[in-house]
């Protein structure tokens, strides 16, 4: 148990330095009296990094195979939605703007992010003005991109795009916050009109139609069917476990002669509600093993209504709720956005430009 502690990194270096201290049994503990214990517990820390390591690794592998049978039996139907998501290429880029404006509208945000950075209390007041022209600046710019964007497209092809609408929220909120920080309406408005400056930083949003961010992007809105279902599981394990839990320590009670460190009155077994939160307080690794320690009650030959059973069916109980939610469940995360990943970057390498969707000329010409 022990072991498994310090496996799950909670609270490792407290066992550790008891294991250093520690002299015989029923012996009074002198301070680094076995200092060569330490790489005892060092080399067991190293080993269980390698086996968490190799432990993920055959999680994340076991699911890609599960992934790939599945897609090889509905491989169909997978095809098709796949054609059809490949023929519909506005849904993911946006023609309207090429890499080099892109690019440009990146280095514009970014010094703008920079120049919000130089704002602190009690500036000079030359640095209020030079920010306050540089957003006004930053604002023109992003105007003459929409406008851009507008004139090329069409409102028709401009509003079916996503990304030019949300340029274009960004854009009305820029200019609302310089309007409105420029007129004193202290009086009139009942919130402090500066507080509207904040919102500039939605003028980082624009960043995200870079293409490694899209990325990234569509990676996480794929992964939210896949989440969605081990959230699922998440649900019904915390579910039967609570259940569980207060049935086994719903009458657990604390005591001068049983004290409890993990277990109060906003983490305890006692109702259904806090037993679920005091689940993911566990599942978070957060001082488990504290809660543990509670629950092993020594029971004495003449005390009544010691519930005996908890010596063994705690261990089992919370090392196995550790393992299934911190470990397995967890990893099952991890893996299914890995495989969104590889999923979303060769969707991209398709949609590509001067890939075999798009013939080049040289080969229509000799058509």
Not at 51 to 67: G, K, N, P, R, Y
Not at 91 to 109: L, Q, R, Y
Request: hydrophobic share 45%; glycine share 6%.
């Amino acid at each position: 148990m022990s072991l498994f502690v310090m496996f799950s990194k909670d609270g490792w270096m407290n066992i550790m330095y008891d294991g250093l201290d520690a002299v015989g049994v029923d012996q009074q503990p002198v301070l680094n009296h076995n200092e060569w214990m330490l790489f005892y517990f060092i080399t067991f820390m190293i080993i269980s990094f390698f086996l968490l390591d190799m432990f993920i690794s055959v999680m994340v592998e076991t699911f890609h195979q599960c992934q790939q049978n599945q897609k090889s039996s509905d491989g169909e139907l997978l095809e098709e939605g796949g054609k059809v998501q490949c023929n519909n290429p506005a849904a993911t880029d946006s023609p309207g703007s090429s890499s080099n404006s892109d690019h440009f509208m990146s280095v514009v945000i970014i010094s703008n992010v920079v120049m919000m950075g130089l704002q602190h209390y009690n500036q000079p007041p030359y640095i209020g003005r030079i920010t306050e022209y540089y957003f006004c600046l930053v604002t023109f710019i992003m105007f003459i991109e929409v406008m851009k964007n507008l004139v090329q497209l069409g409102i028709r092809e401009f509003i079916k795009m996503s990304w030019n609408l949300l340029d274009v929220a960004v854009l009305m909120v820029s200019i609302v916050s310089i309007v409105l920080h420029q007129i004193n309406m202290a009086d009139i408005v009942p919130i402090n009109p500066s507080i509207l400056g904040v919102c500039r930083i939605l003028r980082v949003v624009p960043v995200l139609k870079v293409r490694k961010i899209r990325i990234l992007l569509k990676t996480i809105i794929k992964t939210l069917s896949q989440v969605g279902n081990i959230c699922v599981i998440f649900m019904l394990s915390f579910y039967i476990y609570a259940a569980v839990g207060v049935e086994l320590y719903g009458k657990l009670q604390c005591s001068d002669d049983h004290p409890c460190l993990g277990l109060h009155d906003e983490a305890n077994f006692r109702h259904f509600g806090v037993a679920l939160i005091t689940l993911y307080a566990i599942c978070t690794g957060d001082n488990w093993n504290v809660i543990m320690k509670d629950t092993l009650r020594e029971c004495h030959p003449d005390e009544h209504g010691c519930m005996r059973y908890l010596s063994w069916v705690s261990p089992l109980y919370l090392i196995s709720f550790v393992v299934m939610a911190q470990f397995v469940l967890v990893n099952l995360v991890v893996a299914s956005i890995m495989q969104a990943l590889e999923d979303t970057k060769e969707e991209e390498g398709r949609l590509s430009p001067g890939e075999s969707e798009r013939p080049s000329s040289s080969h229509v010409n000799a058509e």
